[in-house]
């Protein structure tokens, strides 16, 4: 039986290869609530472990917790600076890591493990696919932003322990990613990392294995 392409795939598509992390392009004009809604929406759509939907969102935009938050994110950028040589110090000194004030919009994802209650069908064996179902979730919200048109850029360079703190985050929570989110002047066609010469996007055969794994 041959399979039914739907008509919205071309779109996905599109969204898909559209989709950017975005560090320098953010405008600053805010997002609209019906916006922010739709985009929440498409995250709070993605699926989850158990159906447990582990996932919360702070949205941030109080410019005192923005500065705050970009002055540890610098802090951290600089210590990773400080463990790279030459070559790879020199291409990263190019590099910008957050649009944390320039995007004007944090939503701070967050996993609860409690969620779902004690026996969360499917995560017996695999602990950390109530994990995954949050990265799920922020997917579907960086691809719902990409569709409205809006930039995304995930941060990292942060301590676990400094974030649950500045968003009064309980303990049993973990802070799985800051993402900055707003209007931008475009989308790169190319990925920072790709432009700057950190690294490129690997072919897709050197990823895909034929029945069993095949050392490379
Ligand atoms: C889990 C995760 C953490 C990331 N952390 C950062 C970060 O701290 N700073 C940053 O600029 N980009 C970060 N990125 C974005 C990646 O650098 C980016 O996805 C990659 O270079 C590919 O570019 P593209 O997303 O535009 O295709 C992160 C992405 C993921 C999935």
């Known amino acids: 039986m041959s399979t039914v392409r739907l008509p919205a795939a071309a779109n996905l598509y599109d969204v898909i290869h559209r ?20 985009v929440l929406g498409a995250a709070h759509a993605a699926p989850s472990v158990g159906m447990s939907q582990p996932w919360d969102f702070i949205l941030v935009g109080s410019p005192d917790t923005l500065t705050r938050f970009r002055d540890h994110v610098m802090r951290e950028r600089d210590a990773f600076a400080a463990s790279l040589d030459g070559e790879r110090a020199d291409t990263f000194a190019r590099i910008k ?6 995007s004007g919009l944090g939503i701070v994802v967050g996993y609860d493990p409690t969620r779902g209650g004690p026996q969360v069908l499917g995560r017996h064996a695999i602990d950390d696919a109530g ?4 990265v799920c979730a922020i997917q579907n919200l960086w691809l ?14 942060y301590r676990e322990e400094f974030l649950r703190d500045l968003v009064g985050m309980p303990s049993h929570v973990r802070p799985v990613a ?23 996007r690997s072919p897709l055969q050197t990823v895909v294995h034929q029945e069993r794994y095949s050392p490379r």
Do not use: K
Not at 97 to 102: L, M, R
Not at 178 to 196: A, K, N, Q
């Open 19 to 38: 989709r950017r992390d975005t560090r320098r392009e953010f405008t600053g004009v805010p997002v609209a609530p019906d916006v922010l809604e739709r």
């Open 97 to 102: 890591v957050e649009g944390i004030c320039d």
């Open 131 to 134: 994990l995954y179902s949050v």
């Open 144 to 157: 719902a932003a990409t569709a409205e048109g809006l930039g995304v850029g995930w941060v990292s360079f």
């Open 178 to 200: 800051w993402l900055c989110v707003g209007h931008v002047s475009e989308l790169p066609g190319t990925p920072d990392l790709e432009r700057y010469g950190w690294r490129d």
